[in-house]
Protein backbone atom coordinates (compact mmCIF):
# COMPACT_ATOMS: atom_id res chain seq x y z
CA UNK A 1 0.00 0.00 0.00
CA UNK A 2 1.29 3.57 -0.83
CA UNK A 3 2.20 5.90 1.05
CA UNK A 4 0.45 9.21 0.12
CA UNK A 5 1.22 12.78 -0.37
CA UNK A 6 0.18 14.83 2.69
CA UNK A 7 -1.57 18.37 1.50
CA UNK A 8 -0.68 21.52 3.38
CA UNK A 9 -1.86 24.91 4.44
CA UNK A 10 -3.65 26.76 2.22
CA UNK A 11 -4.98 24.01 -0.10
CA UNK A 12 -8.48 24.50 -0.68
CA UNK A 13 -9.77 21.09 0.24
CA UNK A 14 -7.93 21.55 3.47
CA UNK A 15 -10.74 24.27 4.09
CA UNK A 16 -14.08 22.40 2.78
CA UNK A 17 -16.15 20.33 4.60
CA UNK A 18 -15.71 16.84 3.63
CA UNK A 19 -18.59 14.72 1.22
CA UNK A 20 -19.99 12.01 3.81
CA UNK A 21 -18.61 8.57 3.58
CA UNK A 22 -21.53 6.16 1.86
CA UNK A 23 -20.18 3.20 0.65
CA UNK A 24 -17.82 0.65 2.95
CA UNK A 25 -15.71 -1.63 0.59
CA UNK A 26 -12.74 -3.41 0.29
CA UNK A 27 -11.40 0.18 -1.51
CA UNK A 28 -12.34 2.18 1.77
CA UNK A 29 -10.75 -0.76 3.95
CA UNK A 30 -7.81 0.26 1.26
CA UNK A 31 -8.08 3.75 1.80
CA UNK A 32 -8.16 3.46 5.40
CA UNK A 33 -4.58 1.17 5.52
CA UNK A 34 -2.83 3.50 3.17
CA UNK A 35 -3.60 6.52 5.74
CA UNK A 36 -2.37 4.70 8.54
CA UNK A 37 0.41 4.19 6.59
CA UNK A 38 0.95 7.83 5.71
CA UNK A 39 0.48 9.05 9.07
CA UNK A 40 3.10 6.34 10.53
CA UNK A 41 5.76 7.89 7.98
CA UNK A 42 4.49 10.94 9.00
CA UNK A 43 4.81 10.76 13.09
CA UNK A 44 1.37 11.38 13.58
CA UNK A 45 -1.30 10.69 15.79
CA UNK A 46 -4.18 11.45 13.52
CA UNK A 47 -4.68 11.87 9.90
CA UNK A 48 -7.96 12.81 8.19
CA UNK A 49 -8.86 12.58 4.39
CA UNK A 50 -8.60 15.87 3.79
CA UNK A 51 -4.99 15.85 4.24
CA UNK A 52 -4.62 13.49 1.39
CA UNK A 53 -6.22 16.10 -0.73
CA UNK A 54 -9.41 13.85 -0.26
CA UNK A 55 -12.83 15.79 0.09
CA UNK A 56 -14.64 13.15 2.14
CA UNK A 57 -15.19 12.69 6.37
CA UNK A 58 -13.08 10.08 7.15
CA UNK A 59 -9.90 10.04 9.85
CA UNK A 60 -7.61 7.38 11.06
CA UNK A 61 -6.42 7.76 14.93
CA UNK A 62 -3.78 6.32 16.89
CA UNK A 63 -3.32 8.13 19.88
CA UNK A 64 -2.67 6.73 23.03
CA UNK A 65 -4.42 3.76 23.55
CA UNK A 66 -6.98 4.09 21.01
CA UNK A 67 -6.90 3.43 17.37
CA UNK A 68 -9.63 3.55 15.13
CA UNK A 69 -11.04 4.77 12.12
CA UNK A 70 -14.05 7.04 11.95
CA UNK A 71 -16.10 7.53 9.31
CA UNK A 72 -18.96 10.71 9.88
CA UNK A 73 -17.06 11.48 12.28
CA UNK A 74 -19.49 13.90 15.29
CA UNK A 75 -18.16 15.15 18.60
CA UNK A 76 -21.59 14.75 20.64
CA UNK A 77 -20.53 15.39 23.75
CA UNK A 78 -18.02 17.42 25.20
CA UNK A 79 -16.57 18.36 29.34
CA UNK A 80 -13.78 20.81 31.25
CA UNK A 81 -10.93 22.35 29.36
CA UNK A 82 -7.28 21.77 28.33
CA UNK A 83 -4.90 24.26 26.98
CA UNK A 84 -1.82 22.31 25.69
CA UNK A 85 0.47 22.36 22.38
CA UNK A 86 -1.06 21.03 19.48
CA UNK A 87 0.42 20.47 16.10
CA UNK A 88 -0.74 19.59 12.54
CA UNK A 89 1.13 17.37 9.39
CA UNK A 90 -0.46 19.76 7.07
CA UNK A 91 0.64 23.08 8.90
CA UNK A 92 4.68 21.52 8.88
CA UNK A 93 3.91 20.61 12.56
CA UNK A 94 4.31 24.15 13.90
CA UNK A 95 2.83 24.17 17.51
CA UNK A 96 0.55 26.39 19.23
CA UNK A 97 -1.22 26.29 22.26
CA UNK A 98 -5.10 25.75 21.58
CA UNK A 99 -7.81 25.42 24.39
CA UNK A 100 -10.17 22.76 23.86
CA UNK A 101 -12.48 20.42 26.21
CA UNK A 102 -10.63 18.23 28.70
CA UNK A 103 -13.41 15.35 27.50
CA UNK A 104 -14.56 14.09 24.17
CA UNK A 105 -17.30 11.84 22.83
CA UNK A 106 -16.40 10.44 19.40
CA UNK A 107 -19.88 8.87 17.35
CA UNK A 108 -18.60 7.72 14.34
CA UNK A 109 -18.98 4.30 11.56
CA UNK A 110 -16.08 1.92 11.40
CA UNK A 111 -14.84 0.71 8.29
CA UNK A 112 -17.76 -1.95 7.35
CA UNK A 113 -20.52 1.11 8.29
CA UNK A 114 -21.51 0.24 12.05
CA UNK A 115 -21.88 2.99 14.36
CA UNK A 116 -19.87 3.03 17.62
CA UNK A 117 -19.29 5.99 20.15
CA UNK A 118 -15.93 6.42 21.87
CA UNK A 119 -15.03 8.24 24.95
CA UNK A 120 -11.73 9.98 25.30
CA UNK A 121 -9.42 12.20 27.59
CA UNK A 122 -6.56 14.73 27.33
CA UNK A 123 -4.66 14.35 24.50
CA UNK A 124 -6.99 11.67 22.37
CA UNK A 125 -9.67 13.73 22.86
CA UNK A 126 -8.00 16.67 21.57
CA UNK A 127 -6.81 14.16 18.51
CA UNK A 128 -10.90 13.05 18.82
CA UNK A 129 -11.81 17.36 18.01
CA UNK A 130 -8.60 17.98 15.84
CA UNK A 131 -9.23 15.25 13.13
CA UNK A 132 -13.22 15.66 13.18
CA UNK A 133 -12.46 19.20 12.54
CA UNK A 134 -10.42 18.42 9.55
CA UNK A 135 -13.52 16.77 8.36
CA UNK A 136 -15.72 20.02 8.62
CA UNK A 137 -12.72 21.89 7.11
CA UNK A 138 -11.68 23.79 9.77
CA UNK A 139 -7.69 23.92 10.91
CA UNK A 140 -6.15 24.24 14.64
CA UNK A 141 -4.84 27.16 13.46
CA UNK A 142 -8.47 28.67 12.92
CA UNK A 143 -9.07 28.29 16.51
CA UNK A 144 -6.38 31.30 17.50
CA UNK A 145 -7.08 34.74 17.65
CA UNK A 146 -6.02 36.00 14.04
CA UNK A 147 -2.87 38.20 15.12
CA UNK A 148 -1.42 34.81 16.62
CA UNK A 149 -2.93 32.42 13.68
CA UNK A 150 -1.24 35.08 10.89
CA UNK A 151 2.58 34.83 13.30
CA UNK A 152 2.05 30.63 13.31
CA UNK A 153 0.81 31.00 9.33
CA UNK A 154 3.90 33.25 8.16
CA UNK A 155 6.42 30.87 10.38
CA UNK A 156 4.78 27.88 8.84
CA UNK A 157 5.14 29.70 5.08
CA UNK A 158 8.88 30.53 6.04
CA UNK A 159 9.63 26.86 7.09
CA UNK A 160 8.14 25.98 3.64
CA UNK A 161 10.83 27.83 1.66
CA UNK A 162 13.49 26.66 3.62
CA UNK A 163 12.78 23.06 2.12
ZN1 LIG B 1 -4.32 18.20 11.45
Same mark, same amino acid.
Given at each position: ????????????????????????????????????????????VG???????? !??????MDCEDI?L??? !???????????????????????????????KA?L??? !????? =???QDAEGYAARAFM?????? !?????????????????????????? =??
Amino acid at each position: MPIRKITEYPEKVLGEVGRPVTKFDQELANLCSDMFETMYDAEGVGLAAPQIGL !NLRLFVMDCEDIKLIAA !NPEIIATEGEQSSQEGCLSVGKVPAVVVRPQKARLRAQ !NEKGE =WFEQDAEGYAARAFMHETDHC !NGTLFIDHLPKMRRDMLVKKFKKEKT =WK
